[in-house]
C-alpha cells in the first residue's frame, strides 16, 4: 500500500483521534503531519500489511506522547496514558475478521452453523429453527465446526484466552496464509 492510500483513508480517523488527545486544531494537525511523515519513512519495515491500522495508530500514539514529552511542563493527559484500549479493538476486530476467513475454509455444513452461532449469537435452537434441522444435529455441529475451527486457529494463530474462554487476543502467523487456502 502505498503513502497516499494510507493518507487518503486513514486522514480523517487520524485527526479525529488526535485532536481527542491534544484538543488544539494547529497542533492536531502539525501532529497529523507527523504522523505521516513517520509512517512515510517506516513504511518499507511494515511486513504484514494486515496490521497497517494498528501499526500506524501506534505511531500516532507514540507521536502524541512524543509532543507532550517535549513540553515537559505539562503533565501527559490520562487520555493518552490509557489508549491501550484502542489497540485492543483493532486487535480484535483483525482476530474477529481472521476467524470468519477460517470459518470459511470449514465443510459448508458446519460453517454455516458456526457463522449463526459465533457470529449472528444465535442459539442451537434458534439455528435449528432457521436451517430446519433437528437441535441435536445443530449442537452436533457446532461442536465438531468449533473443535475444526479451534485446530486451524492453533495452527495458524496464536491464541489468548480470557478467564471465561472466550478469545482475548488473536495474532496470526505466517501460516495463516496456507491455511485459508486449503479447501
Given at each position: 500500500m502505498n503513502l497516499q492510500t494510507i493518507?487518503?483513508?486513514y486522514y480523517d480517523r487520524m485527526i479525529s483521534y488526535i485532536r481527542g488527545k491534544v484538543n488544539d486544531p494547529h497542533l492536531t494537525e502539525d501532529i497529523c503531519q507527523d504522523v505521516f511523515l513517520k509512517i512515510q519513512s517506516d513504511l518499507d519495515k511494515?511486513?504484514?500489511?494486515?496490521?497497517?491500522?494498528?501499526?500506524i495508530?501506534?505511531?500516532?500514539?507514540?507521536?502524541?506522547?512524543?509532543?507532550?514529552r517535549s513540553k515537559r511542563f505539562e503533565p501527559l493527559p490520562d487520555v493518552v496514558k490509557s489508549d491501550v484500549q484502542i489497540?485492543?479493538?483493532v486487535a480484535v476486530a483483525q482476530g474477529i475478521d481472521a476467524i470468519k476467513t477460517i470459518i470459511d475454509t470449514l465443510p459448508d455444513k458446519y460453517a454455516r452453523v458456526l457463522k449463526l452461532f459465533k457470529l449472528k449469537k444465535l442459539t442451537a435452537r434458534e439455528i435449528a429453527a432457521e436451517t430446519g434441522l433437528s437441535h441435536s444435529a445443530v449442537k452436533s455441529r457446532i461442536l465438531r465446526g468449533k473443535a475444526m475451527l479451534n485446530e486451524k486457529l492453533k495452527a495458524c494463530c496464536d491464541v489468548q484466552y480470557s478467564t471465561d474462554g472466550s478469545i482475548s487476543d488473536i495474532n496470526c502467523t505466517d501460516n495463516y496464509s496456507r491455511i485459508i487456502k486449503q479447501p
Open positions: 493518507y487518503d483513508t511494515l511486513k504484514d500489511e494486515t496490521k497497517l491500522e494498528a501499526w495508530f501506534k505511531i500516532a500514539k507514540f507521536t502524541v506522547i512524543d509532543f507532550y489497540e485492543k479493538n
